[in-house]
């Protein structure tokens, strides 16, 4: 039963692997598009900056649920319970940085919790919206959606 959960946590880490890695992709062309649609390179670095934080931030929360998995469906210990918890702690930290990064505020200021994937939806939508209007701004408004 110990090999299933292994494998299922490796699972997690590969999702958790490839939702950045394709995070960082869609950052590169939304952050490509916004800046061929003429608005400048502030824009499109907001855009790329915004996505690719909320890319790292779906990750990192796939990968502490990976981490999560492969320490309780393993022998318990104390040695393991200290690397899940210290692992935790630094994940936890890059998560709230990297909030801070793209909202502009703490995370407990917010009125509204975003995750990971919901601010690359934000952005998918602004540049779906721009594409639609034709000349518009897709990184505009990168933090009215909070």
């Known amino acids: ?15 958790g692997a490839a939702a950045m890695i394709i995070g960082f992709a869609v950052a590169l062309v939304l952050g490509a ?3 061929l649609r003429g608005k400048g390179g502030q ?3 907001t855009t790329l900056r915004t996505t690719l934080g909320g890319a790292i ?13 492969r320490t309780i469906t393993s022998k318990p210990s104390l040695e393991d319970a200290t690397i899940l918890f210290v692992v935790v702690v630094i994940r936890t930290i890059l998560s709230i940085s990297i909030q801070i990064e793209i909202d502009g505020t703490l995370p407990w200021r917010r009125a509204l919790l975003r995750s990971g994937g919901q601010v690359i939806g ?5 540049d779906r ?7 518009a ?6 933090s009215d959606t909070v």
């Not at 931030?57 to 998995?69: C, F, K, P, Q």
């Not at 934000?122 to 602004?126: Q, S």
């Open 122 to 126: 934000d952005a998918i939508a602004r």
């Open 33 to 35: 598009r916004s800046l």
């Open 57 to 69: 931030l779906l990750g990192l929360e796939v990968l502490v649920a990976a981490d999560l998995i």
């Open 43 to 45: 824009t499109a670095f």
């Open 1 to 15: 039963m110990e090999e299933v959960f292994t494998v299922v946590a490796v699972a997690f880490e590969a999702i």
């Open 137 to 142: 701004d897709a990184g505009a408004g990168a």
């Open 129 to 135: 919206a721009a594409r639609r209007r034709g000349t």
